[in-house]
């Protein structure tokens, strides 16, 4: 019923720049917050970033004043521009949205992941 595609991972060397892309499409509606979150290898999903209906913003002390997070309300697109990325920004990036769908309370939903490697 709700579908999350993400987009814009890849392999970068370090000091690059990603854009990763994540639009929420099926029946949900009245989407909240919208954020994404990265898993490196043995370790835990941390959050990277979150941004609130009203465009409010929050960011991993570790990616402040790199990293910029943004939405587009009119296509449930959220964006995440990377730049001066380090080899420890590699990891597997989630987007998580909130939302409504008819029939079931608001919840969160979890992208499939795309693989975001910086290396030389």
């Known amino acids: 019923q709700v579908q999350l595609v993400e987009s814009g991972g890849g392999l970068v060397q370090p000091g690059g720049s990603l854009r990763l ?3 929420a499409s099926g029946s949900i509606f009245n989407i909240n917050d919208m954020g994404w979150y990265r898993q490196a290898p043995g370790k835990e999903r941390e959050l990277v970033a979150t941004i609130t209906g009203g465009g409010s913003t929050n960011y991993a002390d570790s990616v402040k004043g790199r990293f910029t997070i943004s939405r ?7 964006y995440l521009q990377m730049n001066s990325l380090k080899p420890g920004d590699t990891a597997v990036y989630y ?22 490697t910086v290396s030389s």
């Open 21 to 23: 892309s994540c639009a």
């Open 72 to 78: 587009d309300n009119t296509k449930n697109t959220v």
């Open 95 to 116: 987007c998580h949205v909130v939302g409504v769908v008819p029939g079931t309370p608001m919840y969160g939903y979890w992208g499939q992941g795309t693989q975001v």
